[in-house]
């Protein structure tokens, strides 16, 4: 069951526009796109449970973090919106637009199927971050050498980092990690949901990326029938960090089609 309304950070007027992070991501990943939206757009940017400023759910169920987007949008008095999800935010947007389809006029899913898929690699993140006693830690960078046996690439680890705050004179996870541990099989996973979205959607994934299969584009197709799925040129999952004014330019073009 959803717990309250999630951390919103709004800016800019126009047309609503509304932002899902993915796994060990926040609002604030989506700081630069925003900025550019809000030129002439409302933007909603969320912190979806378990992540930023939002409360700390013990599940974390597609439907429940769906219908905690809805209530947010309800209670910021937010019309029905663009919204554009990435991986784990992804399967979010996905589920609100199957599942409460007035709040949603389009739909922009980043790198991410409505479909299973294996670890990825997460659990074992998971894992370093939960061996490192970052209360004991002077600093980030003394985080981030500690980290680097278990997770050598350095951009990586200095995102999963934006999850250490300062707290007490040291240094402590903002993200509950074994509640998110706890959670990976259904993070991985998808609902099984009735219906289709029949409003504009693009699944937009990177280049290099494997999050969309071609084995996948059926079920989409299924799911979304004007799903439109296309690849970013020279962009892996990370697909809006990596060619943030390539993506910005699709959004654009998104937004303005008929």
């Given at each position: 069951?959803?717990?309250?309304?999630?951390?919103?950070?709004?800016?800019g007027?126009g047309?609503?526009?509304?932002?899902?992070?993915?796994?060990?991501?926040?609002?604030?990943?989506?700081?630069?796109?925003?900025?550019?939206?809000?030129?002439d757009?409302?933007?909603?940017?969320?912190?979806?449970?378990?992540?930023?400023?939002?409360?700390?759910?013990?599940t974390?169920?597609?439907p429940?973090?769906?219908?905690?987007?809805?209530?947010?949008?309800?209670?910021?008095?937010?019309?029905?919106?663009?919204?554009?999800?990435h991986?784990?935010?992804?399967?979010?947007?996905?589920?609100?637009?199957?599942?409460?389809p007035?709040?949603?006029?389009?739909?922009?899913?980043?790198?991410?199927?409505?479909?299973?898929?294996?670890d990825?690699?997460?659990?074992?993140?998971?894992?370093?971050?939960?061996?490192?006693?970052?209360?004991?830690?002077?600093?980030?960078t003394?985080?981030?050498?500690?980290?680097?046996?278990?997770?050598?690439?350095?951009g990586?680890?200095?995102?999963?980092?934006?999850?250490?705050?300062?707290?007490d004179?040291?240094?402590a996870w903002r993200?509950?990690?074994?509640a998110?541990?706890?959670?990976?099989?259904?993070?991985?996973?998808?609902?099984?949901?009735s219906g289709?979205?029949?409003?504009?959607t693009?699944f937009?994934?990177?280049?290099?990326?494997e999050?969309?299969?071609?084995?996948a584009?059926?079920?989409?197709?299924?799911?979304?029938?004007?799903?439109?799925?296309?690849?970013?040129?020279?962009?892996?999952?990370w697909?809006?960090?990596?060619?943030?004014?390539?993506?910005?330019?699709r959004v654009?073009?998104?937004l303005?089609?008929?």
């Amino acid at each position: 069951m959803s717990e309250g309304v999630l951390h919103t950070r709004i800016q800019g007027s126009g047309p609503p526009i509304v932002i899902l992070h993915g796994l060990f991501g926040s609002g604030t990943n989506w700081n630069r796109i925003a900025r550019d939206l809000a030129a002439d757009h409302q933007v909603v940017v969320m912190d979806l449970p378990n992540h930023g400023q939002s409360p700390h759910w013990a599940t974390m169920d597609y439907p429940d973090m769906a219908r905690a987007v809805a209530e947010t949008q309800d209670h910021y008095g937010i019309p029905p919106a663009t919204v554009i999800g990435h991986s784990m935010g992804g399967k979010v947007a996905m589920t609100l637009a199957l599942g409460h389809p007035d709040d949603v006029q389009r739909l922009l899913i980043g790198d991410i199927a409505p479909i299973a898929y294996g670890d990825h690699g997460h659990g074992r993140l998971l894992r370093a971050l939960q061996r490192i006693e970052p209360q004991r830690l002077g600093s980030r960078t003394a985080a981030s050498d500690a980290l680097a046996e278990d997770i050598p690439e350095a951009g990586l680890r200095q995102f999963l980092l934006t999850n250490l705050e300062a707290r007490d004179g040291g240094f402590a996870w903002r993200i509950p990690l074994e509640a998110l541990e706890a959670n990976l099989p259904v993070i991985a996973g998808f609902p099984e949901l009735s219906g289709c979205y029949r409003g504009p959607t693009l699944f937009l994934h990177g280049e290099h990326s494997e999050y969309v299969p071609e084995s996948a584009h059926g079920t989409i197709q299924a799911l979304f029938p004007k799903a439109v799925i296309e690849a970013l040129p020279g962009a892996g999952h990370w697909l809006h960090a990596e060619q943030p004014q390539a993506f910005l330019e699709r959004v654009r073009v998104f937004l303005q089609a008929a």
